[in-house]
């Protein structure tokens, strides 16, 4: 199953906490991990999360003040994010092309304003407060089983076989044939479903990859993997492997 990275922190920042579980099995297909990032001692200078896109949608409560809340996902580039001297986020990772919800309240960038949209994630929000990262997943859950019963969150016959395959697919022409669609079919289907093109997943999916494969299991030759991985991350990936846990 596909299993994305998480974001970058950079390794001299020793006092954030990154902790991650699994959800229920009767979420597979559809939630990827519930996440919690919390410092454990105020920092002197702010912190900057590198955030790397990786198809998935993510639902985020700030736990320092509630009303903040969003639905958000990057493209495909990076994106830094500064979160400030003292945080703590609590969150739900959802597989690529599952989110059903309005297009427009997907944010693209730091979250930092009250959440005024129409989703229960004020009241989420207000639910995980202080309460231990354990208990708080049954909150998410909740929630989850929500979005489900909503049709806001619905498993994606398309996404799910691509990524079943992933190591199979080369090109956007290898991933219309594991679909068994044309490319025109695809294209519509992956923009509806997902935002993205063909092209834009597949680069997007292969960054992931190429942090658990080979370079050239994926690209035709180490200059190609430099140019991608940059484009994406900013860094070549000496210097990002350098700077950041992966």
């Known amino acids: 199953m596909y299993d994305p990275i998480q974001d970058g922190m950079d390794k001299t920042a020793r006092a954030v906490r990154y902790a991650v579980e699994k959800p229920p099995k009767r979420f597979s297909g559809l939630v990827h991990c519930y996440w919690e990032l919390k410092t454990e001692t105020r920092f002197v200078d702010d912190f900057c999360l590198h955030a790397m896109p990786d198809a998935c949608v993510n639902i985020l409560f700030n736990q320092m003040e509630t009303a903040i809340a969003g639905v958000t996902a990057l493209r495909t580039r990076h994106e830094v994010l500064n979160l400030g001297k003292s945080f703590h986020y609590v969150g739900i990772q959802l597989l690529p092309g599952v989110w059903q919800g309005d297009p427009e309240e997907i944010a693209d960038q730091f979250v930092g304003t009250p959440y ?35 049709k806001l969150l619905v498993c994606n016959p398309v996404t799910e076989k691509i990524l079943a395959k992933l190591d199979a697919i080369h090109t956007v022409a290898d991933m219309a ?4 669609m044309s490319a025109r079919q695809l294209q519509r289907i992956l923009k509806q479903t997902t935002g993205f093109s063909p092209h834009d997943l597949l680069k997007v999916l292969r960054i992931q990859q190429s942090f658990k494969l080979h370079y050239l299991d994926l690209y035709a030759d180490q200059s190609h993997y430099i140019h991608s991985f940059r484009k994406v991350t900013g860094y070549t990936p000496a210097k990002y492997i350098n700077k950041f846990d992966v």
């Open 177 to 180: 044939s594991v679909v068994c």
């Open 116 to 150: 005024k949209g129409k989703l229960p994630l004020v009241a989420t929000s207000k639910k995980l407060a202080r309460r231990g990262f354990t208990v708080q997943q049954d909150v998410l859950s909740e929630l989850v089983q929500w979005f489900i019963d909503t």
